[in-house]
């Protein structure tokens, strides 16, 4: 099962990088950001339909209802927490005004960058886990500080200009001012320079660093099988670029979902806390967890269209 999933995953990227590199730099339609998107929702799913098929047949149908479910409770997690990381890229993007054209191939760079990392991080946490118990109660505290600090952040878009990893960066090495297609470096005055697209694959690379610090112990707040973690997560991030270019016009929109995500994490922080004496069973957490989400866009989109309609009568 593993090496059938790595050898997915190879094919996937290899078949997006293809499928890129034939079109050339150009501006992703909403059209093809949804087609592809249905795609990789289509994929997870019929993913875990093959995973339950295997284990019923294998384990019984308790356990293949048992684990279908902690994936598709870990991929709604992982994919309701990938739309917080996209409303973070929208805003690199716009800092640095990353022309349309070439903000697909940033984005596919940095995916790949994430899948090593997850992976790497993913099954370091699982042997941490299965050799201290006790991380468990602190992955559960971390969560749920993340949740209340994601709360009171929440509303406030956070400066560009005075991230340390961009201040960093300008200290340390020189930047051109201008995108040279896409290329990393350009040559200006005999001079090598680093364009201002390399400064974006820098920082989406740290945002995917912080984003997998605070969505893996979320996961494994669902199950600790590392198959199961590292597949949902996978599956969330594959399907990153074409989300990005589905909801970056409407970002404005889901302005509640911050909400709605803290209140997740401080959810499965609690029920990471309460594992030891009393486990919340897994459907449970996925109703409350779907719930959440819901709520949340449903209160962003109706609030949206109420702030249009007042507008419009002014």
Request: hydrophobic share 60%.
């Amino acid at each position: 099962m593993w090496a059938g999933f790595a050898v997915f995953v190879v094919v996937a990227i290899a078949i997006d990088l293809l499928v890129m590199e034939k079109q050339g730099a150009h501006k992703v339609t909403m059209k093809e950001a949804a087609g592809w998107s249905v795609l990789w929702f289509s994929l997870a799913f019929v993913f875990v339909g093959l995973l339950w098929w295997y284990l019923n047949g294998s384990q019984g149908r308790e356990v293949a209802n048992t684990v279908s479910m902690q994936f598709i409770t870990g991929y709604l997690v992982e994919k309701s927490l990938s739309v917080d990381n996209i409303f973070v890229f929208l805003m690199i993007f716009t800092y640095f005004a990353v022309p349309e054209q070439y903000q697909k191939r940033a984005l596919i760079i940095g995916i790949i960058g994430a899948i090593v990392l997850r992976a790497v991080l993913i099954l370091a946490g699982a042997w941490l886990l299965a050799t201290f118990h006790w991380l468990l109660y602190v992955f559960g505290a971390f969560l749920i500080i993340t949740g209340v600090k994601m709360w009171i952040a929440a509303g406030k878009e956070p400066d560009i200009a005075d991230n340390p990893v961009l201040k960093f960066l300008k200290k340390h090495i020189k930047i051109s001012d201008k995108f040279d297609g896409e290329k990393l470096t350009t040559i200006v005055g005999g001079v090598k320079l680093y364009t201002p697209l390399f400064v974006v694959l820098v920082m989406i690379g740290a945002t995917d660093v912080i984003f997998a610090v605070d969505s893996i112990p979320a996961i494994f707040a669902i199950t600790s099988d590392p198959f199961i973690v590292l597949t949902a997560n996978i599956f969330a991030i594959l399907g990153l670029r074409a989300l990005y270019f589905l909801l970056a016009d409407m970002a404005s929109r889901f302005h509640l979902l911050a909400y709605g995500l803290a209140l997740v994490l401080v959810f499965i922080g609690a029920k990471m806390l309460l594992i030891d004496f009393y486990k919340i069973p897994i459907g449970i957490a996925l109703t409350v967890t779907a719930g959440l989400i819901v709520a949340s866009v449903i209160a962003s989109v109706v609030t949206s269209r109420n702030d249009e309609t007042s507008n419009k009568k002014i």
